[in-house]
């Protein structure tokens, strides 16, 4: 979707949106932990709100793309740290 505001904004040569133009920029190497958290995103838990993305669908995550060591604690570490902003995020919106 992004890129389609990119592209149609240097079409018409307006300046890009807010959100888009302040984007935060990852660190090198961060994307794979970003990707993990949006495809483990789609496993969390619901019924009266947003549940935590379970420990076991983050260990399944790190063994089927064959994460290393490092990796793996890495992506528990990120996943948490990401998945706590989520929820905050989730709870304070359905107030």
Known sequence: MEQRIIKQCLR?????????????????????????????????????????IPWSVILDYSRKYEFDEEQEEDLFYFIRVMDNEFLEHHSKKEK
């Open 12 to 52: 018409s040569r307006k300046p890009f949106p807010e959100k888009i133009a302040n984007a935060p920029a990852l660190a090198l190497g961060l994307d794979l932990y970003w990707d993990a958290f949006q495809d483990l995103n789609t496993c969390r838990t619901s019924g009266f709100g947003a549940g935590p």
